[in-house]
């Protein structure tokens, strides 16, 4: 059994790291409604693109452009989304899998053919010790999401896959829902399913950073459940006039929408991650107040034991004497 002094010295080690995870926690939650805020900014924009966007489908079934165009795969680049920094759950773990799952599916490429643009550290170390040479250092990205960095990422492949560089572009990342729901996400950028990518799932929480059991629980209940009613119900009667034509216009449209999807996905994995980092952070806190109340109970017992002891040494010596 350890002595009063060992158990002493462990309930210190254990305050310790629960004021440490506490803080990261607070640290967290406060980088995760900044992010919130950000997301919050960009929407009206993404939907009034999406709106556009779908006005122009509506009123021409053959919509086409060099964007939406499939053709066969022989080179395919990877958007991967992950972050710096670790001490996030499973956030960058799970990134990785998905990575491999998708490296494996386009094994008979060979590795020559895969391109892999890593958005964060993690997954950049991850590309190194796999033999894939990046596509580029995106580590900044991971901390400040950036705009224009995103529109250059997003020109860049863009221009491949119009030159026939590469026939096939993917983006993994973490589709922020709510605090306590991160859903990973694998789809496909290039070439744009624009039926497809109009009904991606905009249910979002951004008003609380607050994870509950409770609440955790009601997002497990509602599963993947997405009401689309408030937008696809929408009558598309907009009437607008096209200068030249609509081709040009679609031309102009489809890239912008192209450049909105990454930074999307960027803003979505950043905010992932701090609310995996701050879910992580309570859990850790929580435990240490578990294992807190469990070593005073028995420092309490110990040191009963003691007196106890102590007591008995006492009566005895009196007793022979």
């Not at 494996?104 to 894939?132: M, Q």
């Not at 960095?149 to 709510?178: P, Q, W």
């Not at 850790?284 to 106890?308: G, M, P, V």
């Amino acid at each position: 059994m350890p002595s009063l002094k060992e158990i002493k010295g462990r309930i210190a080690s254990v305050n310790n790291t629960r004021k440490i995870t506490s803080a990261m926690k607070m640290v967290a939650s406060s980088k995760l409604h900044h992010a919130q805020v950000m997301i919050e900014n960009m929407l009206p924009y993404e939907e009034m693109i999406e709106r556009i966007l779908k006005t122009f489908i509506a009123s021409e079934v053959d919509a086409r452009n060099v964007f939406t165009e499939s053709r066969p795969v022989k080179r395919v680049a990877l958007v991967v989304f992950s972050s710096n920094s670790s001490l996030c759950g499973g956030f960058n773990t799970n990134i990785i899998k998905q990575m491999l799952s998708a490296i494996d599916d386009y094994s008979h490429l060979g590795k020559e053919n895969i391109i892999i643009y890593p958005i964060g550290r993690k997954v950049s170390e991850k590309v190194a010790k796999l033999g894939f040479k990046p596509a580029g250092d995106f580590t900044d990205l991971a901390d400040k999401p950036n705009a224009s960095k995103c529109i250059e990422i997003a020109r860049e492949l863009g221009t491949m896959f119009r030159n026939g560089e590469v026939d096939k572009v993917e983006l993994i990342y973490h589709h922020f829902k709510s605090a306590g729901s991160q859903i990973m996400t694998r789809k496909t950028f290039l070439p744009i399913d624009i039926t497809s990518e109009l009904k991606r799932d905009h249910e979002r929480d951004l008003k609380t950073n607050i994870v509950t059991r409770q609440a955790q629980e009601y997002l497990r209940q509602r599963g993947t459940e997405v009401t689309e009613t408030d937008i696809s119900s929408k009558p598309l009667n907009d009437n607008y006039i096209v200068e030249p034509d609509l081709r040009t216009v679609l031309g102009r449209l489809i890239p912008k929408y192209a450049h909105l999807i990454i930074y999307t996905a960027l803003l979505d994995s950043n905010a992932s991650e701090h609310a995996a980092r701050m879910v992580a952070m309570q859990t850790a806190t929580d435990n240490a107040d578990e294992l807190l109340r469990e070593l005073n109970l028995q420092y309490n017992k110990s040191r009963q034991q003691a007196i106890t002891n102590e007591l008995l040494d006492i009566v005895g010596g009196s007793v022979n004497n």
